[in-house]
């Protein structure tokens, strides 16, 4: 079947990798994509959230499949958008309609649902332009750190973990009255800080059945040892070692049933992937955020590890039959470092040409922020190239990657590397 991919990232490029090993794809297309799908399928030169352009590539390419990366398509409606035209609703659309993406779309939705579940996440309370005063009031009440984040989408960097109050006050002033986070930041959930330790777990669903991907651990902060401003993801480790069997399966019973359940009892038929980012405490699992996506560069290590075919895993979920999924893993460990520009996620420089990725034999390189420019790969985003390796260990895979990072080569590259010490 010829097959649609949506997205431009690391994880979009790990997913076209994973499609191509299946003798299901006949032909695959990216859009937008970047430089390094365009090495292995056809990009198409159109916003993922242009769902004109979608529409008219699926009918003149005889798409069967569109597989949606990012959550901006899925929460501005296009699986939505299909289901509505003719035309277009023979083609399967991997991914959560409009109303099911909210989990993302919407911080304030997505707690309200968490408490109607009964899903153990932090206590918060929900404020805007029109009640303020009383957010300013919660605030000076609140106990230290205080975890502000901005209800919208926000590119991975609307949520602010603040050490003083003032610090908290001026944060949420800048969000509710200036605009901070534009539109994303018109309603803001004020939480509770959970101390613990943070990990993701991944669900692929059909709304009723479900089946797990393995656990990730992503490390968010650009600094080593987890300091600096948050960016869209350093890197990564899969599996995490702390989340054996028994915490997997109070995830599965207190986090992932109540939520399947009770989005069907609301009427809300979720169907696609899960991202369930939580914090362990005292070994119990506590819901930081859904995401109606995988994630990235969760995505980078989860999938390598996948021995399934992937394109069988996509038909499971459109046709209903997630639950008849066996679903195998590979027993070593993969650890992915994430190339960023120099600058990021603060103001950094594209264009800058990038060499020495061709020259990696031992680990895998998913590219992220790239783009061909005449004969030459050059950086088109803050973060650059993903590396991700396996080993025995954390250890041994962490170290490839690190190897092979070494090897590429642009002005002002920057990586951490210290990713995965903390679990060894």
């Given at each position: 079947m010829n097959i649609l991919l949506l997205g431009s990232g690391g994880?979009?490029?790990t997913f076209a990798w994973k499609i191509l090993q299946s003798n299901l794809c006949t032909t695959l297309f990216v859009a937008p994509g970047n430089a390094g799908t365009a090495a292995i399928a056809t990009n198409l030169n159109f916003s993922d959230t242009d769902f004109?352009?979608?529409?008219?590539?699926?009918?003149?390419?005889?798409?069967?499949?569109?597989?949606?990366?990012?959550e901006?398509?899925?929460v501005n409606g296009i699986v939505d958008f299909f289901a509505q035209d003719s035309s277009l609703q023979h083609i399967a659309v991997i991914g959560p309609n409009k109303e099911a993406a909210q989990l993302e779309?919407?911080?304030?939705?997505?707690?309200?649902?968490?408490?109607?579940?009964?899903?153990?996440?932090?206590?918060?309370?929900?404020?805007?332009?029109?009640?303020?005063?009383?957010?300013?009031?919660?605030?000076?009440?609140?106990?230290?750190?205080?975890?502000?984040?901005?209800?919208?989408?926000?590119?991975?960097?609307?949520?602010?973990?603040?050490?003083?109050?003032?610090?908290?006050?001026?944060?949420?002033?800048?969000?509710?009255?200036?605009?901070?986070?534009?539109d994303a930041g018109t309603t803001v959930v004020v939480e509770e800080f959970l101390d613990g330790i943070e990990l993701s777990v991944f669900v692929v669903t059909d709304g009723i059945n479900y089946k797990l991907l393995p656990s990730a651990k992503d490390y968010k902060r650009i600094g080593e040892k987890d300091t600096g401003l948050n960016t869209g993801g350093m890197g990564a480790i899969s599996p995490v070692p702390f989340a054996n069997e028994a915490f997997i399966k109070k995830v599965e019973s207190r986090v992932v049933v109540p939520l399947l359940d009770g989005l069907q009892k609301n009427g809300?038929?979720?169907?696609?992937?899960?991202?369930?980012?939580?914090m362990m405490m005292h070994d119990d699992p506590f819901v930081i955020e859904f995401n109606c996506?995988?994630?990235?560069?969760?995505?980078?290590?989860?999938?390598p590890r996948l021995k399934n075919d992937i394109v069988t895993v996509f038909q499971a979920i459109a046709n209903n039959t997630v639950g008849e999924l066996n679903l195998e893993f590979d027993a070593d460990t993969a650890a992915t470092v994430f190339l960023v520009s120099g600058g990021y996620p603060g103001d950094f420089e594209k264009g800058l040409v990038i060499t020495?990725?061709?020259?990696?034999?031992?680990?895998?390189?998913?590219?992220a922020g790239t783009k061909a420019n005449n004969d030459s790969v050059v950086t088109n985003g803050g973060r650059v190239m993903a590396i991700t390796s396996f080993g025995k260990n954390i250890n041994e895979a962490v170290l490839k990657s690190l190897d092979a990072a070494k090897k590429i080569n642009y002005v002002g590259k920057y990586y951490r590397t210290d990713i995965g010490l903390d679990l060894m």
């Open positions: 994880r979009e490029h004109v352009s979608i529409r008219n590539a699926c009918l003149n390419y005889a798409i069967q499949m569109v597989v949606v990366g990012a901006n398509p899925l779309g919407s911080k304030d939705f997505s707690k309200k649902i968490m408490l109607e579940c009964g899903i153990p996440t932090a206590t918060y309370a929900t404020f805007t332009k029109e009640n303020f005063e009383n957010g300013i009031a919660y605030i000076e009440n609140h106990s230290l750190p205080i975890v502000l984040k901005a209800d919208g989408l926000a590119a991975g960097k609307g949520v602010l973990i603040c050490t003083s109050h003032d610090e908290a006050l001026n944060e949420f002033t800048e969000m509710l009255q200036h605009q901070k986070f534009g809300i038929n979720y169907k696609g992937f899960l991202f369930v980012g939580l996506r995988m994630g990235d560069p969760e995505t980078e290590v989860v999938l020495g990725y061709n020259d990696i034999k031992e680990s895998l390189v998913f590219h």
